[in-house]
């Protein structure tokens, strides 16, 4: 009993003297000198512990783009092991109608995988950055670590992790609701939800079958989406990224919108409404392709009003919009610039549909509609950039109106 309470004051004292120590360091040694300590004495414990970690962050490098892998752990946590957690959060999911149950921030969880115990924890830390940002959150870099015995190092690593990428996807898809996004909201509110897109559920209930169309035409741009849709393979074998550009012409009122949502609902993709006119330049609508989810149409409308093809810029698209007169607007070189006017420019667009950077994310469907196809730079709608071109006309429109039940 003697040596017990002897051992006890021994390493009471050995306490009391590393808190002593650290207080004197923390006093005394610089600030850079103290982290640089901290992280040594973090590698030297990492060294000799027998347990390995990984960490799966929401952004990748300098929060450049979101990582997939990181929502489908949040998906696959919040499915498989949030029932053993005693802190969740809950949240309105995506389309804003469902709410989503995920771990909360410090929790740990506890998940199995052939006989090995592995811990979970989701948590924030603040980016290295210089950069002071007004918004809550844009400083902070959310993540999720695995922590597991190294000796299962292999099987974490090559089936462990591969398996909850491909349940958390699975999870995604079955929860999944389409959604229509916009980059037309308010900046701030974009700011707040981390995202540049603001979005709703899409419900638009065009379908092929309600369309009023040629039906071989009809049947001809249905198999062109299916051979996209399935067309992975043949995209990877020719070397070419997997994307499709469709121009939809004719006048004002003959379906170009409904055979987008048509199109949408055949294929169940998302939908991005891209409003040129929002767009400050280049770099901003590069920012929106990046945050643009595979699976998705992304749609132009009224092309040639919202960009000056000539290389010039023009004004905002309702000013010189009436769809139906010839009246354009004329930019005045005299005119000082205004800082709201977008300078997105057509090499810019070219390079946001087939430049480098278009290829990144895949499968994904340009639309461009317009009144006016003539007026539209040859470069904007050549083959291969516009694969197909689709004349909407009146006598189609008269047909849909012929059968559309009447109001009285
Ligand atoms: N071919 C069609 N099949 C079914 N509905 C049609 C067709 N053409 C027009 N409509 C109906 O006419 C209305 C206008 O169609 P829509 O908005 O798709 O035309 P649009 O060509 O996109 O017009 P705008 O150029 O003004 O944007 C909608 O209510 C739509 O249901």
Request: hydrophobic residues 35%; glycine residues 6%; contains cysteine.
């Amino acid at each position: 009993m003697a040596a017990m309470v002897e051992k006890w004051a021994g390493l009471g004292s050995a306490m009391a003297s590393i808190i002593f120590l650290w207080s004197m360091v923390q006093n005394h040694v610089p600030v850079t000198l103290r982290l640089y300590l901290t992280a040594w004495a973090a590698k030297l414990a990492a060294c000799f512990s027998p347990y390995l970690q990984i960490t799966i962050l929401e952004n990748s490098a300098e929060r450049f783009q979101q990582s997939e892998f990181f929502y489908a752990v949040e998906a696959y946590l919040s499915d498989a092991c949030s029932r053993r957690a005693s802190r969740l959060k809950a949240e309105l999911g995506s389309d804003s109608s469902n709410l989503q149950v995920s771990v909360d921030d410090h929790e740990e969880v506890t998940d199995e995988f052939s006989g090995v115990t592995l811990w979970w924890y989701a948590s924030k830390k603040h980016s290295k950055g210089n950069v002071i940002s007004f918004y809550p959150g844009e400083d902070e870099r959310r993540f999720y670590k695995v922590v597991f015995h190294r000796s299962h190092r292999d099987l974490i690593v090559d089936s462990y992790l591969p398996f909850v990428l491909a349940e958390g996807r699975a999870v995604i898809v079955k929860n999944r609701q389409r959604r229509l996004f916009t980059n037309c909201g308010g900046r701030r509110r974009r700011y707040l939800r981390n995202s540049v897109w603001d979005h709703v559920k899409f419900e638009h209930p065009a379908t092929f079958d309600t369309l009023a169309m040629d039906t071989d035409q009809k049947e001809a741009i249905m198999d062109d989406l299916i051979a996209f849709k399935d067309g992975k393979e043949y995209y990877t074998k020719v070397g070419k990224p997997w994307k499709r550009g469709y121009l939809l012409y004719g006048p004002p009122g003959t379906g170009k919108s409904t055979m987008i949502a048509a199109m949408a609902n055949f294929l169940d993709y998302d939908v991005y409404d891209l409003e040129l006119t929002s767009v400050k330049n280049n770099t901003e609508l590069r920012k929106l392709f990046i945050e643009m989810t595979s699976k998705s149409i992304i749609v132009i409308e009224d092309i040639d009003c919202s960009i000056d093809l000539t290389g010039k810029r023009r004004k905002d698209k309702k000013a010189s919009s009436n769809k139906d007169s010839d009246n354009e607007y004329e930019p005045d070189p005299t005119e000082p610039r205004k800082d709201d006017e977008s300078k997105v420019t057509l090499s810019g667009l070219l390079n946001f549909i087939d430049g480098l950077w278009s290829a990144s994310g895949g499968e994904r469907i340009f639309i461009f509609t317009t009144n006016h196809k003539e007026k539209l730079d040859p470069a904007l709608i050549r083959r291969g950039r516009m694969d197909k071109h689709i004349e909407m006309s009146y006598s189609a429109a008269l047909r849909a109106s012929r059968c559309s039940p009447r109001t009285t």
